[in-house]
């Protein structure tokens, strides 16, 4: 029989290592919301954090299509309850680790919306000084650690992370992002099986938002329920409704204390469609018009909305205020980063080597080898 | 002095890098309980323990990539990798991760880890574990590449590698793990902390303790001489030192040249060297084509072509997937007297053995 948790919340299914998981669908039935008393301050940021998300990531698209941005640019629209959940249950010194669709947990670790927006316009002042864009960025005092272009390459780096602050005898819990697609690659496999054979306090979270770019998770994934992987490891795992913040939290602050308190790695899933591309540039075609409308009718953050101001934590008028802060915030940083100088090309081979060497070569194209 | 392995340079510096900073650790296969397929870290794990003797799972694509991940939190992780063959498998970690992660978040985070792996054929093990693929590592910026030929060198830049915050692929070859070579009598404060630290041990332990750590990047003329200039690195550096020997007897002066760092690549030291001498052989334990000899021979054109009597010739392994059988297997690789023919010939060119002919007979 499956074990789970007498005090688990509804919208999350959770399977202890030697068991057999609940098969309850994690997105059926129930409403949002009634798993955790959080209190009312708490809401409201969380509510402020995926306005600001959202607000943020709408006004990259605009960026990006007035060529502001370039390359590829993978927004966080309508995983915002996601990260926001995810991110709540860390502690500043928590370490994190993601993919290239990591705007939002840039902002939600507490990296202000300038610098990454400055990021994005390839600016010196942006959060890994223009050498990253999108898809790298970087702030060690913020702890996070990166976002990663290859799909699956952050798990190994997170492992290792785990790995680094278990020998040194900290605390600190290691998250680690990733999208559905990624659990097929060879990585997933290799880093959940020495996180679960040496001890790593590492939390593994799935955003499984149902496609990697247009294939869906039935065709990349034998067991598209990706929180049973976990047993394959002896590993705690657990799918939780991706759309509910509060949900998202809950299930965050089990995999992180238990990752905490028992040094042990957890997989956590969360069930939380994209509304639009893969991609800025992606027009979605492989969903259909209606699939297209579900989606949007059913916006997890208008959802949250309807939801604080029915249950008196939010009223409209105070929601408007906010609204028109995190514009003012979102346009502040589109501006800082219009303003912000681009790096000096004189720093062109600056980051090459942290131990500069002799025979280091720094020539520019146009440069002979030896003299002129 | 003294005369020690190379397997036992490597061993002793590993042992006194873990002594002298608590931050170094070891992973791989087979490195622990098994005291490593080469018996490189013989003992370790009895020594260290397994906090700091880490036997990894065979998944070379997780294991080099946790040490990365560690490196990035501070720790200096030095990873062996069973032979360079395997280390294709961890070549996404490789290059896409340790050698950018200190360039594509703007110098905030950098990757202080060692792999070590072996490579090298001549041990009838057939063409998948038979590679010296250090090209598709010295092609990538952000990764350092280093081939030590002698114990004494073996140890200098291990110390190095360990304590550089770059990443770095520290080549081994089979041929080499069992020669010998000495050590000097140094004096590097490193001793005296080692030994007031506990490590005792035994004397080698003490030389090694004494050794200075090398300069990476930094190639070293280590036979000077007037006619020819040979370069190679790893065991074609041994094998050119063989062969300057040989020649020497018959009174002609070789200049050898040892790379010891494939990248950096001292370009200086080379091109210096041909311009003294006006001719050159490339000595390469792999494939010719796209080669490090030809980087070199490129390197020489750039900077040398005026002082060049003759053509740059190239001596490599040949262009097979190396076969089982002794005889093609030996014939595939590259050899003293491979080389010596081809030192003769670009002589011959220059008309410098003709003339060194002449004055014997
Ligand atoms: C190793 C690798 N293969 C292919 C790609 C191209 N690619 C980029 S994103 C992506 C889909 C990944 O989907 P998923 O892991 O579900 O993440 P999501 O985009 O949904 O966040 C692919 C195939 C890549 N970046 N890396």
Known sequence: MAETTKARPRKTVRSKPGSTPDTEDARDGGETGTAVPADRSELVGYYRRMLLIRRFEERAARAYTEAK????????????ATVVGLLAALRPTDYLFTNYREHGYALAKGISPERVMAELYGRSTGVSKGWG????????????????????????????????????????????????????IGAFHESLNLAALWDLPAVFVVINNGLGMGTPVEASSAEPELYRRGAAYRMESARVDGTDVVAVFEAARTAVEHARAESRPYLLECVSPRLRGHSVVDPARYRSKEERQALLDQDPLAAFAARLERDGVLPAEDRAVIEAEVAAEVEAAAAFADQSPAPDVSTLFDYTYATPVPGELRRLPADPVFGS | MALVTYRQALRDTLRAEM???????????????????????????????????????????????????AAMLGLRPVVEIMTINFSLLALDQIVNHAAKIYGMFGGQCSVPMVIRTPGGGGQQLGATHSQNVELFYSFIPGLKVVAPSTPAEASAM??????????????????????????????????????????????????IDSIEPAEIGRAAV??????ITIIGYSRMAQVAAE?????????????????????????????????????????????????????????????????????????????????????L????????DSLLTAVRATLRSTGRLAALETTRS
Not at chain 1, 71 to 80: A, R, S, T, V
Not at chain 2, 222 to 227: K, L, V
Not at chain 2, 329 to 336: K, Q, W
Request: aromatic share 6%; with cysteine.
């Open chain 1, 133 to 184: 864009g999108s898809m790298h960025m970087f702030d060690a005092e913020a702890r996070l650690l990166g976002g990663y272009g290859i799909v699956g390459g952050q798990l190994p780096l997170a492992t290792g992370a785990a790995l680094a602050v278990s020998y040194k005898g900290g605390d600190d819990v290691v998250m680690c992002q990733m999208g559905d697609g990624t659990a097929a």
């Open chain 2, 243 to 327: 062969v300057a020997e040989t020649l020497a007897g018959e009174g002609i002066s070789a200049e050898v040249v040892d790379l010891r760092s494939l990248r950096p690549l001292d370009r200086e030291t080379i091109v210096e060297s041909v311009r003294r001498t006006g001719c050159a052989v490339v000595a390469e334990d792999d494939w010719l084509t796209y080669g490090i000899g030809a980087e070199i021979a490129a390197t020489i054109q750039e900077g040398a072509f005026d002082w060049l009597d003759a053509p740059v010739r190239r001596v490599a392994m040949a262009e097979v997937p190396l076969p089982y059988a002794k005889p």
């Open chain 1, 69 to 80: 941005i370039g390359g590829y640019c993978h927004l966080n629209l309508g995983e915002e």
């Open chain 2, 222 to 227: 280590t036979r000077p001489g007037t006619d």
């Open chain 2, 19 to 69: 002594l002298r900073d608590e931050n170094v650790f070891l992973m791989g296969e087979e490195i622990g309980l098994f005291e490593g397929s080469y018996k490189i870290t013989e003992g370790l794990l009895k020594e260290f323990g397994p906090r700091r003797v880490r036997d990894t799972p065979i998944a070379e694509e997780g294991f080099v990539g946790a040490a990365i991940g």
């Open chain 2, 329 to 336: 297997e030996l014939a595939a690789l590259p050899s003293a």
């Open chain 2, 158 to 207: 291990l110390k190095a590698a360990i304590r550089d915050d770059d990443p770095v692929l520290f080549l081994e070859n089979l041929a080499l793990y069992n020669t010998k070579g000495e050590l000097p009598a140094g004096t590097s404060s490193d001793a005296g902390a080692a030994v007031a630290g506990g490590s005792g041990g035994s004397s080698t332990q003490m030389l």
